[in-house]
């Protein structure tokens, strides 16, 4: 029996958060959709709260991913200590609170979601996301396995499908908030998206006004990043699983927007 993992992208501002808690349930419903992750680390613009991940778990998100933000509001540092159901990028040193992978119920199975940082054209103080990989799924065994890849290098993201393919149920990447095309099952069978999208303000740059975008590129002064108002999108990937084999049969984008 097939299982499906939908994979949402990075959820911007409170717009966005609005936007999730409105849809998301209903998409899962409407493709039986039996585990869901999603990238939060946009929530606050720069970071996350308890509060706003509660309100993605109780939207509908089994599992929480973040990234290059993952501590930028100090709040959320004991939660990520607390609760499991939140993931910061495994290769991040071992002292910063909370954790990096973990394994999550999934209908009659259980599934390992993993948490990844990438060093390309971001920040190499991280551990090496393929080796820190290795390492984690020597720990993990046989156990079927999803990797959210947040990284800002398409070829960074697109290798480690690669390197994981055969290994991985899915691998996905998040960061850019530019939904890519490339939704596909890789030869051995993992399914593989460089990037989700995001799920924030559609008529914006990344989710902020574009205004301040283009200033910051023309090299003025810009105030603090504001979300864009106006629609919203969600952007997403729907993985359907083979429950016999673990291998990926369809890799195809769930994208809905007002």
Known sequence: MEYRILAVGDVVAESGLEFLEAHLRAVKKL?????????????????????????????????????NHAFQRREICPYLDDCRYILRPANYAPQRPGRGFGVFPCRDRELAVVNLIGRCGMDFSPDNPFTKLDAIRKELGDTPLVVDIHAEATSEKLAMGYDLDGKAVAVFGTHTHVPTADAQVLPRGTGFVTDLGMTGPRDSVLGILPAQSVALFRGELTSRFEPAPGACVMQAVLFTVDGTTNRCTAAERVDIGD
């Open 31 to 67: 493709h039986s959709v039996d585990f869901c992750i999603v990238n939060g680390e946009n929530a606050s613009m720069t970071g996350l709260t308890p509060k706003q991940a509660d309100r993605m778990l109780d939207a509908g998100a089994d599992v929480i991913t973040l990234g």
